[in-house]
């Protein structure tokens, strides 16, 4: 039976963690919370008193945190636990971070003979609770075979993007478009209303013409439109302005490592920080609506 050490049990590492213990695997699990390690042990967990602790005696250690800097500081270091790994334990980071961070993780992580993979998801914290997460893989494709029984648990698509930090790359790029998209669709929606039109007849329009896209299929920004996404519940629950914002300003420094343009990325990001600003950071990211909703109001 593979043991697992999971470091990390927050709003996405605890619903993780709940489907590989339901599937049976004996998990040695730590966060620097004790209430979360306390809910995981009630699962079924073994509680460990340090991330290095977990990070013994097992198979596969899997780290779900917030960013770099916590990545970074978990493995890297005097205090890092890279020293404590035996090398036939594959690390899979699971968290969003910089591909630069991902990279330099899993260079120390090499040079001390561990196979490591950047293992970001896509799907949120009901994707985590459900099983149904993507996974976007960097690293190499025999770790990914190793690691794919367990990532089949927690999700339901999983992409190999390519060498190591390649799953971060391909992870911001996703999230910048989402941000170009979500914005363009609440400006355009917006648009029309003011100009007299049913927003739910305007997406139907445009849904089935060359302006379709995923937000209108299957998240709608303009209220009324769908029920059950955000829109539909003053933009509670879903993919909160602060993490957008937090993926764009990595797809913003990976662009200026590489001399990348980005200009709509950064227009979004400048949109979204002022909407953070606003008192939206912990709505869903479709409340971006509202930016151009407050304009129409003001006239
Ligand atoms: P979270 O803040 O709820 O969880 C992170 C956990 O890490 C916390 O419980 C924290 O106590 C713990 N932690 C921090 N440093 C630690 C350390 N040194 N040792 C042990 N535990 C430590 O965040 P989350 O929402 O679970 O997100 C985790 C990652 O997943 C982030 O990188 C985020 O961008 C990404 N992500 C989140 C979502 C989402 O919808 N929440 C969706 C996709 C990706």
């Not at 367990?150 to 390649?166: D, P, Q, S, V, Y």
Request: proline content about 4%; overall charge negative; charged content about 20%.
């Amino acid at each position: 039976m593979t043991t697992i050490g999971f470091i990390g049990l927050g709003n996405m590492g605890g619903p993780m963690t709940t489907n590989l213990l339901k599937a049976g695997y004996e998990i040695k699990a730590f966060d620097i919370v004790p209430e979360l390690l306390e809910k995981s042990v009630a699962e079924g967990a073994t509680a460990c008193n340090s991330a290095a602790e977990a990070a013994v005696d097992v198979d596969v250690l899997i780290s779900m945190l917030p960013a770099s800097l916590h990545v970074e500081g978990l493995y890297l270091g005097d205090d890092g636990i890279l020293g404590n790994i035996d090398p036939k334990t594959l690390v899979v980071d699971c968290s969003t971070i910089a591909p630069g961070s991902a990279r330099k993780v899993s260079e120390a992580a090499d040079e001390k003979g561990i196979s490591m993979l950047d293992a970001p998801v896509s799907g949120g914290v009901g994707g985590a609770v459900a099983g149904t997460l993507t996974f976007i893989v960097g690293g190499a494709a025999l770790a990914l075979e190793r690691a794919r029984p367990l990532l089949e648990i927690m999700g339901k698509n999983i992409f190999h993007a390519g060498n190591t930090g390649a799953g971060q790359v391909a992870k911001i790029c996703n999230n910048m478009l989402l941000s170009v998209l979500m914005t363009g669709t609440a400006e355009s929606l917006q648009l029309g209303v003011d100009n007299g039109l049913d927003p739910a007849v305007l997406s139907e329009i445009m849904k089935k013409s060359s302006g379709g896209n995923w937000a209108l299929e299957t998240y709608n920004p303009y209220p009324g439109v769908m029920s059950g996404v955000p829109s539909a519940n003053e933009y509670e629950g879903g993919f909160l302005v602060d993490l957008m914002i937090k993926d764009l300003g990595l797809a913003m420094e990976s662009a200026l490592d590489t001399g990348a343009s980005t200009p709509m990325g950064s227009l979004a990001r400048n949109l979204y920080i002022s909407h953070g600003k606003d008192g939206y950071g912990r709505k869903d990211f479709s409340s971006i609506q509202r930016v151009f909703t407050r304009v129409t109001a003001k006239k």
